[in-house]
C-alpha cells in the first residue's frame, strides 16, 4: 500500500460519523499533513459532507481543502453491461502557519 493510500479515507455505506472520525484520526494522532477523502458514485455527495463537516466542526481552522480531483472510469456490471461511474478525491491538509 502507498503513502497516499494510508491516507486515504473511501467512503461508502458505513456510519457517516465513522468516516469523519477517520478523518480527523489521521490528522490528529497519526500526525498526517493531509488527508484524501475518495468517494464513487452515489457517495460522492457523502464524501463532500465528511469533509466539510470534518474540516468545520472538528478541525475548526487547522486544515483547509487543498485539492478537488474529479473523474469517471468505466466498467463492465455483472450484467455485461457497460456502466460507467463518477468520483471524487478531497484533498484535506494542514494549514500553514
Same mark, same amino acid.
Given at each position: 500500500?502507498?503513502?497516499?493510500?494510508?491516507?486515504?479515507?473511501?467512503?461508502?455505506?458505513?456510519?457517516?460519523?465513522?468516516?469523519?472520525?477517520?478523518?480527523?484520526?489521521?490528522?490528529?494522532?497519526?500526525?498526517?499533513?493531509? %488527508?484524501?477523502?475518495? !468517494? =464513487?458514485?452515489? *457517495?460522492?455527495?457523502?464524501? #463532500? &459532507? %465528511?469533509?466539510?463537516? !470534518? =474540516?468545520?466542526? *472538528?478541525?475548526?481552522?487547522? #486544515? &483547509? %481543502?487543498?485539492?478537488?480531483?474529479?473523474?469517471?472510469?468505466?466498467?463492465?456490471?455483472?450484467?455485461?453491461?457497460?456502466?460507467?461511474?463518477?468520483?471524487?478525491?478531497?484533498?484535506?491538509?494542514?494549514?500553514?502557519?
Amino acid at each position: 500500500m502507498g503513502d497516499k493510500d494510508r491516507n486515504s479515507v473511501f467512503i461508502g455505506e458505513k456510519p457517516f460519523m465513522n468516516y469523519v472520525t477517520g478523518v480527523v484520526m489521521q490528522f490528529t494522532t497519526k500526525g498526517s499533513s493531509e %488527508v484524501i477523502i475518495k !468517494a =464513487r458514485g452515489k *457517495f460522492i455527495s457523502r464524501a #463532500v &459532507d %465528511v469533509a466539510e463537516v !470534518a =474540516r468545520k466542526r *472538528f478541525l475548526e481552522n487547522s #486544515v &483547509d %481543502v487543498k485539492k478537488i480531483d474529479i473523474g469517471s472510469e468505466e466498467f463492465q456490471s455483472k450484467e455485461g453491461k457497460q456502466v460507467r461511474v463518477s468520483n471524487i478525491e478531497i484533498t484535506l491538509g494542514k494549514k500553514l502557519v
